[in-house]
T-cell receptor, first 112, second 112 residues
Framework: KAGVTQTPRYLIKTRGQQVTLSCSPISGHRSVSWYQQTPGQGLQFLFEYFSETQRNKGNFPGRFSGRQFSNSRSEMNVSTLELGDSALYLC???????????FGPGTRLTVT | GNSVTQMEGPVTLSEEAFLTINCTYTATGYPSLFWYVQYPGEGLQLLLKATKADDKGSNKGFEATYRKETTSFHLEKGSVQVSDSAVYFCALSDYTGNQFYFGTGTSLTVIP
């Protein structure tokens, strides 16, 4: 079974631009979560989607948004990029309520 | 609220040394507890888990016991190898199994 895939793996953007990251979960997994990983803050939860609905949300500004499609693939969008948004963005999928997440390799976003 | 606190690194050990990485948690209800490992350039991989008090999770020589009385889930390995060099994250999932909380990670370097 294929694992969680994320595209692109690396991205360089300029302040003020927007960016869209994509995540394809493991087949059959309908829950997708997004995390931001930075050296200073560690792993911070962004949001979780299940059946195209945002079910949980972390403490991030409205510039960070996401969505999930009917095939469970998910995208997250960051608008008006700031230097502090430079991070590794990780996606994880799970069977709902399974207490076990599987992570993708991440997208490394650099904002200049 | 829910949170995880783990010992700060970095930790440097010689090959075959004993490893302990401390992790304590705060949670409402009965969380499940996890250790994840992240190798350079990769996403997180589940190392082991425990779903109820006194459970012991184990994998690849690593062990951790769910201690409700001390709200702890310390990671141990009797004899580390160079290939164990990675960042280790302690995590918990809430009672729904849909939202996860991570510690800040502990970097381990094993030298020959």
């Amino acid at each position: 079974k294929a694992g969680v895939t994320q595209t692109p793996r690396y991205l360089i953007k300029t302040r003020g631009q927007q960016v869209t990251l994509s995540c394809s979960p493991i087949s059959g997994h309908r829950s997708v979560s997004w995390y931001q990983q930075t050296p200073g803050q560690g792993l911070q939860f962004l949001f979780e989607y299940f059946s195209e609905t945002q079910r949980n949300k972390g403490n991030f500004p409205g510039r960070f948004s996401g969505r999930q499609f009917s095939n469970s693939r998910s995208e997250m969008n960051v608008s008006t990029l700031e230097l502090g948004d430079s991070a590794l963005y990780l996606c994880a999928s799970s069977l709902s309520g399974s207490h076990e997440q599987y992570f993708g390799p991440g997208t490394r976003l650099t904002v200049t | 609220g829910n949170s995880v606190t783990q010992m700060e690194g970095p930790v440097t050990l010689s090959e075959e040394a004993f490893l302990t990485i401390n992790c304590t948690y705060t949670a409402t209800g009965y969380p499940s507890l996890f250790w994840y490992v992240q190798y350079p350039g990769e996403g997180l991989q589940l190392l082991l888990k425990a779903t109820k008090a006194d459970d012991k999770g184990s994998n690849k020589g690593f062990e951790a016991t769910y201690r409700k009385e001390t709200t702890s889930f310390h990671l141990e390995k009797g004899s580390v190898q160079v290939s164990d060099s990675a960042v280790y994250f302690c995590a918990l999932s809430d009672y729904t199994g849909n939202q996860f909380y991570f510690g800040t990670g502990t970097s381990l370097t094993v030298i020959p």
